[in-house]
């Protein structure tokens, strides 16, 4: 109980890095449990969370040991912690692992098992700040241009950490899925990365939510079929025909 109640708090500390406050009712529906119960997880005077008038805030004696993950977006929060959730149960020990950029990415890091040992590979502010809070995880980040609309690392050599690495599992982020043009990013810079990623993992994972579903942006990224599993929060339509998919049941 002690166990689940902690880490719920956790991640209501991961979700005030996004955003400054959230309702009650929208925490307890992210977290699947009732209003009852995170007022109770939160009636600890010594938490870094409290509750004030209805919403849940950082408290505002611990602020200053907050800090805020860069440019991070904070639309369709529940449907990126239900994809989190999903894609965070495949890490298992000895894993290691590619986190792309992207807002879906974090929430999935977010509710890893802080308990499971792995090597995370990562090219992203926004990734390499979430993975700093799991204690057992290795962490590489892969160095070259930054770019500060999308928190990426850019290589600016024919090689980076990319090319030495071979991975477990590859979670990939995208902005459009459509079933005649792919999965795509806004991002031309993205795409290099995205695809040599691809090219070194066992397993490769795409993560959208359902907002992302028949749209396309610039960025070609590649054909549904080069992806191993898909997970979502909603099922694809079904047009897009027998796709291997992962979702919150």
Known sequence: MVKKQHSRVQKLEFLLKQMDKIHLRDAAEMLDVSEMTLRRDLSNDGSNVVLLGGYIVMNPQKVGNNYQIFDQQTRH??????????????????????????STIPFIISQIDP???FTALC???????ALQDKPYCDVILCGGHYSRHNSLFASIRLDNELDAICTTKAFISAAGVDIKQGVTCFSLEEVKVKQKAMAKTQQTILVFDHHKVHKTQ????GDLTQFDLLISNQPLPSAFGDVPQLQIK
């Open 77 to 102: 929060v529940t449907e990126k912690m239900r994809v989190g959730k999903l894609a965070a149960s495949l890490v298992k020990d000895g894993d290691v692992v590619f986190f792309d950029c992207g």
């Open 115 to 117: 308990s499971i040992k």
């Open 123 to 129: 090219c992203s502010i926004n990734s390499f700040m």
């Open 218 to 221: 610039q960025g070609y990224i």
